[in-house]
Every structure is written in structure tokens, then in C-alpha cells.
């Protein structure tokens, strides 16, 4: 019984059992890299990034710790897929408080291949042999509608299949075959010509 | 051309500069996303953090309460004397009885004792 109290006790915070740790440091160390770039693709802003990846952390060893390990890849990129849709939502009511404040949206458009080119005068072939690919890829992908972007990051960069995806993204299967369709077509499409 | 390869290549590319992408990241962005795992290491399972928002909570709702009262106490503190000047100022006796006070009192003081 006492045993009990003192195990209930010790799995909070620092005391957690060590081999627990170990492997929550190893699986949160091997997705942090491309978590966090996913999550700057989504939102185009570094700081945004780490703090959605930080959150998204947080949620997962708070919630999702004591589940089945092979459980833990998909309730992860739920969990980040839910804060970056969190951080569209915010932006939008953003946005609509600048258009309020008379900034038109055209003003805050800078995603746009048309406008990364111009600006860095460069074409998209420098771009591209200067480690910039994934600059141009980075917009392209930006510019996709939020579903989309979730439905090719997680199918393309992450190679979950359709059923994991439909569960990162707590959506039907049908949903993702339709959103990483349009996606790749409009990638094809918008890329073209400025892709190696 | 992206027209001419299909998309399963294209698919690929894609995927290959992503990966080499995530290789290149600099040791300071490595740095700051190890200390973001340890915070997250740190989070009790099955905890909620909001338990922090409570007494934060509680100690605002208690300096919002004080603000308030001190204020209203300072505003009624204020009407009380905008009243007495008033009072003052129109009153008949005139500026003259506030300036010999002194004597009234003593003079009061004078009569009781006798």
C-alpha cells in the first residue's frame, strides 16, 4: 500500500522513473528536428516554431507519455497538427484586426515566389544551387490551404501512410486522399519551372 | 521541368531536400530545441499546468480588489473635501471665523472651565 503511495508520488515531475525518461528523451530527440521545421514551413516564422513545438511537447509528455510507444509518432504530430491549426486560427483573427487597421492583405503578402525572387534578386536556379531549394519549397508549401500543407508534410516528409495521416490530422482517410491530392497538384503546378 | 518527371520522382526530390534540409539546421537551433525537450521532459504526466493560472489568478482578482477599493476611497475622500471647501467658501461667517479658530477654542474651552 505504501509502496503504491510512494510509486503514485514518484512519477510526477523529476521522479519519474528513469527508463521512462530515457525513452521519451530518445523519441522527443529523434522528431525535434523536423518537427520544428515542419512547424516553420506551416507558420513562416522561427520563434512561432519553437514555440508551437515547445507546446506541442508539453501536451504530448503531459497526456500522452504513459501510452503504448508504438502509439507515440502519430499522438505527436496530432498534437503539433493541433497547435499549428491553433496558430492559423490566431493568425486570422490577426489579420482581420490589420485589415482594421488599414493594412490591406496585399501589404502582408511576402509569401509569394514572385516576391522571394524579386526581393534577394536572384533567380530561382541561384536559389536553388545556393541551399535555397528548400526556401523556394518553403513558400510554395506555405501557400498551400492548412489541410493541404498537414495532409503533404505528414504524407511526404513524415512517410505516414493514409490512415496515420487521417489520424494526425483527426480527419477521414477520404479527407487526406483529397487534401494531399490538391496539394501535389498545385506543388506541381507552382513549382514548375522553378524546380531543378 | 516537374512536367516532365512523374510524381512519384518528384515526390522523392521533394522529400530528399526536406531530409538534407533537416541535417543543415545549426547547432543554436539544436541547442534551443534540446532545452525545449527538457522543459517538456519536465511536465508531469496527467498533469494539467493551468494549476499555475490559480493562485496567479487569485493574487490579481485580490490586487484588482485593493486598486479598486483604494480608489473608491479616494474618490469619496475627495467628494468629502470638495464639499467642505464648498462649505467654507460660501459660508456666511466669511474666512474671517476659520482664521481665529484658535480663539473660539479657546475661548470655549475658557467658558466650560469657569
Known amino acids: 500500500m505504501q509502496y503504491d503511495v510512494l510509486r503514485t508520488y514518484t512519477t510526477s515531475t523529476r521522479e519519474r522513473p528513469l527508463e521512462q525518461r530515457q525513452e521519451l528523451d530518445q523519441f522527443l530527440g529523434s522528431v525535434q528536428k523536423r518537427a520544428f521545421r515542419m512547424a516553420e514551413i506551416a507558420t513562416g516564422n522561427r520563434e512561432d516554431a519553437f514555440d508551437i513545438l515547445q507546446d506541442a511537447m508539453c501536451r504530448f509528455v503531459e497526456k500522452y507519455s504513459t501510452r503504448n510507444f508504438a502509439e507515440w509518432m502519430p499522438l505527436f504530430h496530432t498534437v503539433l497538427q493541433n497547435r499549428i491549426r491553433d496558430w ?22 511576402t509569401n509569394s515566389l514572385e516576391n522571394l525572387a524579386d526581393g534577394r534578386g536572384r533567380s530561382p536556379e541561384q536559389q536553388l544551387q545556393s541551399r535555397q531549394g528548400m526556401e523556394v519549397l518553403d513558400q510554395a508549401i506555405r501557400q498551400l490551404p492548412v489541410r493541404q500543407q498537414q495532409a503533404f508534410m505528414l504524407r511526404v516528409f513524415e512517410g505516414m501512410d493514409v490512415t496515420q495521416t487521417a489520424k494526425a490530422m483527426s480527419c477521414t482517410t477520404g479527407s487526406v486522399k483529397t487534401h494531399y491530392s490538391r496539394a501535389i497538384h498545385t506543388l506541381r503546378e507552382k513549382l514548375d519551372g522553378h524546380w531543378p | 521541368m516537374i512536367g516532365d518527371k512523374t510524381e512519384q520522382q518528384f515526390i522523392d526530390e521533394v522529400k530528399t531536400v526536406f531530409d538534407q534540409n533537416v541535417e543543415q539546421i545549426d547547432a543554436e537551433t539544436v541547442s534551443r530545441l534540446n532545452n525545449i525537450r527538457n522543459i517538456a521532459l519536465d511536465t508531469a504526466p496527467g498533469k494539467s499546468r493551468h494549476w499555475i493560472l490559480y493562485p496567479a489568478g487569485a493574487f490579481a482578482a485580490a490586487g484588482l480588489a485593493i486598486i479598486i477599493f483604494n480608489v473608491i476611497q479616494h474618490d469619496v475622500s475627495t467628494a468629502t473635501i470638495k464639499a467642505e471647501d464648498i462649505e467654507i467658501i460660501s459660508a456666511i461667517d466669511g474666512l474671517d471665523f476659520y482664521e481665529n479658530l484658535e480663539f473660539y477654542r479657546w475661548l470655549e474651552e475658557y467658558e466650560t472651565s469657569t
Not at chain 1, 492559423?88 to 503578402?109: H, I, K, L, P, T
Open chain 1, 88 to 109: 492559423y486560427r490566431r493568425e486570422v483573427v490577426r489579420n482581420r484586426f490589420r485589415v482594421w487597421f488599414g493594412q490591406s492583405a496585399d501589404e502582408q503578402d
